[in-house]
């Protein structure tokens, strides 16, 4: 309930700041040459927050002076923080205590929100008096008060692609030039890390058995009957169970010989170089995979009942083979 106020008070404030100051200002009066400090948003889950960063590249090829913070979920901050198109970053909660950050988003000329799932930066920048705030893929008119310019959603385009939208609203003569691969930088300590951690298996595999959301995983004995066949075929293969702390206890009845539980093991920042160092992983639709589409790990993605068009593999698509089953209900 006290969410739901604080938003509510924090729409009526934003709705009445532009309606005394006239900003945001219509995309028709932006001048790119004028814009010195940015704002990109992306503030949600690990997954999703990688899928934003060729549109993070995209702005910073169209702003090279410019100072480009990035405003992300301060869990997932450890995972892209050498990302190198941006020059500093401000943690995102929701709730009260994102007031904390009106005082910062009051210097930016330019907000551009990649995701749609929460309109609280958009409002706040509104309520800071950005000039220009452009938002990601509306499929609602929640937001519209907040924004610059509407930008479409697009139901057959790639979560890539409509995060692009964003930036090729600003210059639609750049349509098709944007690099869509995602920005992923792997750290030569995690790498270091990965190599202790993993040992001389000749063959590595990784098992990511569950996501943020139920629905989404496949039934664990599943996957013990996978592991079991793999093992059988594979005499030179060893397999490692990934996840959060959480997923550890879950995890524990697949572990056994040449099957090791690494959930909660494996420190955000060097993830990368764990999952890049593995010869496959077979995953749901969930972080972990993403990660491996950015790393160039081969996967096997096991999607339902979310769209593939959205979130699956949009790079290397030979290395990647995915399952789908129709949503059931």
Same mark, same amino acid.
């Given at each position: 309930? @006290?969410?739901?106020?604080?938003?509510?008070?924090? !729409?009526?404030?934003?709705?009445?700041?532009?309606? *005394?100051?006239?900003?945001?200002?219509?995309?028709?009066?932006?001048?790119?040459?004028?814009?010195?400090?940015? #704002?990109?948003?992306?503030?949600?889950? @690990?997954?999703?927050?990688?899928?934003?960063?060729?549109?993070?590249?995209?702005?910073?090829?169209?702003?090279?002076?410019?100072?480009?913070?990035?405003?992300?979920?301060?869990?997932?901050?450890?995972?892209?923080?050498?990302?190198?198109?941006?020059?500093?970053?401000?943690?995102?909660?929701?709730?009260?205590?994102?007031?904390? #950050?009106?005082?910062?988003?009051?210097?930016?000329?330019?907000? #551009?929100?990649? =995701?749609?799932?929460?309109?609280?930066?958009?409002?706040?920048?509104?309520?800071?008096?950005?000039?220009?705030?452009?938002?990601?893929?509306?499929?609602?008119?929640?937001? !519209?008060?907040?924004?610059?310019?509407?930008? %479409?959603? *697009?139901?057959?385009? =790639?979560?890539?692609?409509?995060?692009?939208?964003?930036?090729?609203?600003?210059?639609?003569?750049?349509?098709?030039?944007?690099?869509?691969?995602?920005?992923?930088?792997?750290?030569?300590?995690?790498?270091?890390?990965? *190599?202790? @951690?993993?040992?001389?298996?000749?063959?590595?595999?990784?098992?990511?058995?569950?996501?943020?959301?139920?629905?989404?995983?496949?039934?664990?004995?599943?996957?013990? &009957?996978?592991?079991?066949?793999?093992?059988?075929?594979?005499?030179?293969?060893?397999?490692?169970?990934?996840?959060?702390?959480?997923?550890?206890?879950?995890?524990?009845?697949?572990?056994?010989? *040449?099957?090791?539980?690494?959930?909660?093991?494996?420190?955000?920042?060097?993830?990368?170089?764990?999952?890049?160092? #593995?010869?496959?992983?077979?995953?749901?639709?969930?972080?972990?995979? =993403?990660?491996?589409?950015?790393?160039?790990?081969?996967?096997?993605?096991?999607?339902?009942?979310? &769209?593939?068009?959205?979130?699956?593999?949009?790079?290397?698509?030979?290395?990647?083979?995915?399952?789908?089953?129709?949503? %059931?209900?």
């Amino acid at each position: 309930m @006290l969410k739901k106020l604080n938003h509510k008070l924090l !729409r009526s404030l934003a709705k009445y700041q532009r309606k *005394r100051t006239g900003r945001p200002k219509p995309l028709s009066l932006f001048r790119p040459e004028e814009v010195r400090r940015i #704002l990109v948003v992306s503030c949600t889950a @690990l997954g999703d927050t990688l899928l934003s960063t060729p549109a993070i590249r995209a702005t910073r090829e169209l702003f090279p002076h410019a100072h480009i913070t990035w405003l992300v979920k301060g869990s997932v901050a450890p995972l892209v923080a050498d990302n190198p198109h941006v020059d500093a970053f401000l943690h995102y909660e929701s709730g009260p205590k994102i007031w904390k #950050l009106l005082p910062a988003f009051r210097s930016f000329d330019l907000v #551009l929100s990649f =995701h749609d799932s929460d309109e609280g930066p958009t409002a706040l920048a509104c309520l800071a008096g950005v000039p220009f705030i452009l938002r990601s893929a509306m499929k609602d008119e929640k937001a !519209r008060p907040f924004l610059s310019a509407r930008v %479409p959603f *697009r139901e057959d385009a =790639h979560l890539i692609e409509q995060r692009l939208d964003v930036v090729r609203a600003l210059f639609p003569d750049r349509a098709g030039s944007f690099d869509t691969r995602m920005v992923l930088p792997v750290r030569a300590e995690s790498l270091a890390f990965a *190599r202790n @951690l993993l040992g001389e298996a000749p063959l590595r595999i990784g098992f990511q058995c569950f996501a943020s959301r139920e629905y989404r995983n496949w039934p664990l004995e599943r996957f013990g &009957e996978l592991g079991k066949r793999l093992l059988e075929r594979y005499p030179q293969a060893h397999i490692f169970l990934v996840g959060g702390p959480g997923d550890r206890p879950g995890l524990s009845p697949l572990a056994g010989e *040449r099957i090791t539980n690494l959930a909660g093991e494996i420190p955000l920042r060097h993830l990368p170089g764990v999952i890049k160092e #593995l010869d496959l992983l077979v995953s749901v639709d969930t972080g972990p995979m =993403h990660v491996a589409f950015a790393v160039g790990t081969p996967t096997v993605c096991l999607f339902v009942p979310s &769209e593939v068009r959205h979130t699956g593999p949009y790079q290397d698509l030979e290395r990647h083979r995915v399952i789908r089953k129709e949503r %059931p209900c």
